[in-house]
């Protein structure tokens, strides 16, 4: 019991942090065909913009929207300014991953010149420990849980209910035909990126709130989101959902049988493994377009 | 696959093997004279370092410019170099320059590994894969920490000898002019690459796929020479980086490193080689020339690749031939800077 209450907890809290990571990466790869190396900078930018809030003190409810709608500006001005520009050229794969690559570089270093390399941590969403399952786990982390799913929920609906939605829906299938029909792609554009900003500063608040925040942290999350969208398949958003929470538990019963050490390793081998029989990801059909 | 900038192969105005050639030997004379001009331990230090930087980024030229392939394991290639040559001669006592050979072998072979799960992939997968084969490999190393030290690396590892020369008390020539060499050598054997028969295969897989392999060029077959090919030299390389520096770490995996010579890869303008040498000395002098600006330097550099890679997506190389351009036209007859422009906007 103590076992399986341990790999489902974990499963399910990694999962969490690890699915908002990755539909930000895929909501970009999908509208605009680019891969945003700066995403796990936006997840670190997030954290420390909150925190900044709640040194001025400000509660940690009232920061954490206000540094969300700062994440998103944050994300409109880099697509605006590092990927915008190349939109049309050949080589804007290419290109587009060494200018987010330089522009994180930049970010995260101007992090580290203006709040220091001293180590931060943010309040925690709610304060306090309970057990469960004969696992003792604290509130901050339910919260999280519960939270996230709802989050996603909520961006499934705005993609398939809302006007909005399904504009960035139809760039994301046909860049011509949207622009035929006369929806804004640039500003789409900019759209997708600010929300996958905003996804990845609040995964960075999330992630405050337990461990201490460094310059470097969003590194290993993007890492896993990677690996995430590589599994779920990149072209769609449910694709990655579902392989956050599979390399969550995944994660989970490694470490919990294997060690912490082999977790990385194993999943490396399995993820190889997978794109030699399954190139385009478990979940994912071939096409682009987000569902 | 993108369509990248290249002279095309055949094509007018495509230097001669000959001028080639003298052109190399020129270049290589005039650096091989440098450490007359520079008598410092430092500077010396400096240009080595740049000439690692060079042969790396320039074989990392050869897949992701002339391939298209977006291989973003290359710096586990040398990483593999530094700790197969560590592993060789410290844990099994293998010659140095018999373990030198061997890590770019050891590279290659692992190069043609990573290309059997990236053959049926195209663009972004490829880099998905690519990056995380250079996780896992980081992860095995890290987890057999017995023989390579893990997160503490590996230290006191032998260094190269030449003869009875002294290698440590000569003011770092005898690194100097062997890294020189191998900068030389693997120049070469790049040119020599692209300019053969194979190469202008492996440019035309990259422009149009479908076309070339209808053309009964074999995708798998060459995308497996373009990578091992890139691998060779990449793994000596790597292995000189652990010769010259005598010990090995985990920090050659980072994201800084892979950041710092991609941005020379990039920078130099992709699919000519020299492009990738020349940034490498760029990027690195101006790197040491802003060593008073202590946590500004990485901004500021970030900030010059953003700019120059906004202006010429092309890199340097396309920087310098608008502007040679522009300053023929202006010299010998007005219509040439028009040509020169249509010219710079399909290489765009």
């Known amino acids: 019991m103590g076992a399986f209450a341990e790999i489902m907890f974990g499963g399910l809290f990694q999962g969490s942090l690890y699915a908002m990571m990755a539909v930000g990466l895929a909501l970009v790869w999908t509208t605009i065909g680019v891969f945003n190396f700066a995403h796990g900078v936006f997840m670190m930018l997030g954290a420390y913009v909150a925190w900044q809030f709640v040194s001025l003190g400000l509660p940690i409810a009232v920061a954490l929207p206000v540094a969300v709608v700062v994440m998103a500006g944050v994300g409109w001005i880099l697509q605006a300014s590092v990927v915008r520009p190349l939109i049309g050229r050949p080589n804007i794969v290419l290109v587009v991953v060494i200018t987010t690559l330089a522009a994180g570089s930049l970010i995260e270093n101007g992090v580290l010149t203006l709040w220091g390399p001293r180590s931060k941590q943010l309040p925690s969403l709610l304060e306090g420990n309970t057990v469960i399952g004969g696992v003792g786990v604290s509130l901050h982390q339910i919260a999280i849980i519960i939270i996230t799913p709802l989050i996603l929920a909520a961006l499934w609906a705005f993609l398939n209910h809302t006007r909005l939605g399904l504009a960035l829906r139809a760039v994301a299938q046909n860049e011509d035909a949207s622009q035929l029909v006369g929806l804004n792609v640039t500003a789409l554009y900019g759209l997708a990126f600010a929300i996958a900003a905003s996804l990845a500063g609040l995964a960075g608040i999330f992630m405050g709130g337990y461990r201490f925040m460094t310059p470097v942290m969003g590194s290993d999350p993007l890492l896993k989101a990677l690996i995430v969208v590589v599994f779920g398949g990149i072209s769609s958003i449910s694709g990655p959902i579902f392989a956050a929470y599979l390399i969550g538990f995944f994660e989970a019963a490694c470490s919990y049988y294997f060690g912490l050490y082999w977790t990385p390793a194993l999943l490396f081998a399995v993820l190889i493994l997978m794109l030699m029989v399954r190139p385009e990801g478990i979940f994912a059909n071939q096409s682009r377009g987000l569902a | ?348």
């Open chain 2, 1 to 348: 696959m993108t369509s990248l900038p290249s002279p095309v192969i055949g094509a007018p105005g495509r230097p001669s093997w000959k001028s080639e050639a003298v052109g190399v030997a020129l270049a290589f004379l005039l650096m091989a004279l440098l450490p007359l001009v520079f008598g410092d331990t430092y500077t010396r230090h400096i240009l080595i370092m740049v000439f690692i930087y060079a042969i790396v980024a320039s074989n990392w030229d050869l897949s992701l410019g002339y391939g298209g392939v977006f291989n973003f394991g290359h710096l586990a290639l040398f990483s593999i170099g530094v700790y197969a040559y560590g592993l060789l001669t410290k844990a099994a006592g293998v010659d140095p320059w018999v373990s030198l050979v061997a890590s770019g072998v050891i590279a290659t072979v692992a190069a043609v590994l990573v290309t059997i799960p990236i053959l049926r992939l195209k663009g972004i997968y490829i880099i998905l894969v690519t990056f995380g084969f250079a996780q896992l490999v980081m992860q095995v190393i890290l987890s057999q920490s017995d023989v390579t030290g893990g997160t503490q690396g590996m230290v006191r590892i032998p260094g190269l000898y030449l003869f009875d020369h002294n290698m440590i008390r000569d003011g770092k020539i005898g690194y100097f002019y062997i890294a020189l060499a191998l900068l030389f050598l693997s120049t070469v054997f790049l040119r020599v690459i692209v300019r053969s028969r194979t190469g202008a295969s492996i440019v035309a897989l990259r422009d149009n796929e479908e076309y070339a392999i209808s053309r009964g060029i074999s995708l798998a077959r060459q995308r497996i020479i373009t990578l091992a090919a890139s691998a060779f030299f990449t793994g000596i390389a790597g292995a000189f980086y652990a010769a010259y520096q005598r010990n090995a770490s985990i920090d050659v995996f980072g994201m800084s490193l892979a950041t710092i010579i991609l941005s020379m890869v990039l920078l130099g303008g992709t699919s000519t080689i020299y492009g990738a040498i020349v940034a490498s000395f760029v990027l690195t002098i101006f790197s040491e020339a802003m060593a008073d600006f202590g946590p500004w330097r990485p901004i500021i550099t970030a900030v010059l690749i953003i700019v120059v890679m906004l202006a010429y997506p092309s890199g340097l190389s396309g920087m310098i031939r608008s502007i040679w351009n522009a300053l023929a036209g202006r010299l010998k007859r007005p219509d040439a800077a028009l040509a020169g422009k249509t010219e710079e906007r399909t290489a765009a």
